[in-house]
């Protein structure tokens, strides 16, 4: 499942990578990210009734989400950061606080009800949170 998110996401990010060959590992970890942006965006959107609330799609992006939260301190295992790359070199010295940050990530998607739209809007803002926090410490701001 999480091979399949991480190809299409992979896809996704195609003209990211094609501007200049980068680093594979790099390239990975963004598609991973970028794969958790779009399930988070879906549900955001159910959350601000942009789109029609569905538990099915709801609870599917949840899944993704607690997928991909687990995968993230293996995606970032081995040190590397190329010209395209975000990640501040600091997440090798400091990777316990990196990991408990997905840790924190995975925790709050497992948290989120995707049952019903009102638990939907009471647990999102924690996962945005988590993902932000994550990237305070650990990603160079645009
Ligand atoms: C454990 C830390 C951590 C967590 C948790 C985390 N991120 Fe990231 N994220 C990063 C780092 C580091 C980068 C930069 C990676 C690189 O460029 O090599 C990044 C990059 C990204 C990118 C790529 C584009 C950009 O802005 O650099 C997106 C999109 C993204 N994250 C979304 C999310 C979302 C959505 C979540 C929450 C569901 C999340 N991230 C959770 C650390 C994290």
Request: hydrophobic share 50%.
């Amino acid at each position: 499942m999480l091979c399949a998110l991480l190809a299409a996401a992979l896809t996704a990010v195609g003209a990211f990578a094609a501007e200049e060959e980068s680093d594979r590992f790099v390239r990975k970890r963004v598609a991973a990210m970028f794969a958790a942006q779009a399930a988070l965006d879906r549900l955001g959107d159910m959350s601000a009734g942009r789109r029609r609330f569905d538990a099915a799609i709801a609870r599917e992006a949840r899944r993704d989400l607690i997928a991909l939260a687990r995968a993230m301190p293996g995606l970032f295992r081995r040190q590397r950061v190329d010209a395209q790359s975000r990640a501040l070199p600091r997440i090798w010295p400091q990777w316990r606080q990196f990991r408990d940050e997905a840790r924190h990530a995975e925790r709050a998607a497992r948290d989120l009800n995707a049952g019903s739209l009102n638990r939907l809007r009471q647990g999102l803002p924690a996962v945005v949170n988590a993902c932000l926090d994550c990237h305070r410490s650990f990603r160079r701001p645009p």
